[in-house]
């Protein structure tokens, strides 16, 4: 099984864009193909899972995890959109498969503990992910035991959205709420959704350091154009 070296996060960039490519936005019929294409290119590869009760979507699955892991020994970020009662199997289950870092969401709260609790001994990097409606406030306690955080510019699991007015003023105040945790670890703020040309610019200049790239990456004319042009800001 291919795996990053187990500091991977720490290794990741800090002077640039950290370019997580979100494999739904991929060719699911050449899936191999495009892991092939994106790897130059990708630090992290980012898989959505929906359970279809935490949100609309029903995608992915611990199968298509193992067979990603197969493929590539890119960091795989599994960001989990699960209902409470499912959380903990959900975790189980992508953590077998080969995830190198698992989401949850910051509104899972009422099982959070219990899942950082499950992800630490696992071995699995832990991360959150905060809705647009949800204050920023809320991620306080659980900072000390993240390594990424993660805020949604649109609404959970709906692809093609514009970026809501609030996200980089959300993303401020999440770049001063972990400063001000003094965290021992480096914990990665990353931006999901919305993520465009014309917002990518923003973004970054609000704190964003890792953006979740869709069709951004996937449909760019010139993928290698691209990316360099998201290095450069």
């Not at 105040?173 to 703020?189: D, M």
């Amino acid at each position: 099984m291919l795996r990053p070296p187990t500091s991977w996060i720490d290794d990741l960039p800090s002077g640039r864009v950290i370019a997580e490519f979100s494999v739904w936005s991929g060719d699911l019929l050449r899936l191999r193909d495009e892991l092939i294409r994106i790897e130059p290119y990708a630090d992290v590869l980012h898989v959505d899972v929906a359970d279809g009760h935490f949100g609309p979507a029903l995608l992915f699955f611990p199968d298509l995890v193992a067979a990603i892991r197969q493929a590539t020994s890119l960091p795989i970020h599994v960001h989990l959109m699960a209902a409470d009662n499912v959380l903990l199997s959900q975790i189980d289950q992508f953590a077998e498969a080969g995830g190198n870092l698992i989401s949850i969401h910051l509104e899972n709260a009422a099982v959070a503990d219990a899942a950082l609790d499950r992800l630490q001994a696992k071995g699995v990097a832990a991360g959150m992910v905060a809705m647009v409606e949800t204050p920023i406030a809320d991620v306080s306690r659980f900072l000390p035991r993240l390594r990424f955080l993660t805020l949604l510019g649109t609404a959970v699991g709906v692809k093609g959205q514009g970026l809501e007015s609030t996200a980089c003023d959300r993303l401020r105040e999440a770049k001063r709420t972990i400063a001000e945790s003094r965290a021992e670890r480096r914990i990665v703020l990353a931006a999901d959704g919305g993520i465009r040309e014309h917002t990518v610019r923003d973004l970054r200049a609000a704190g964003a350091e890792s953006l979740v790239l869709g069709s951004l990456a996937f449909r760019a004319p010139d993928l290698a154009s691209r990316i360099a042009w998201l290095r450069a800001i």
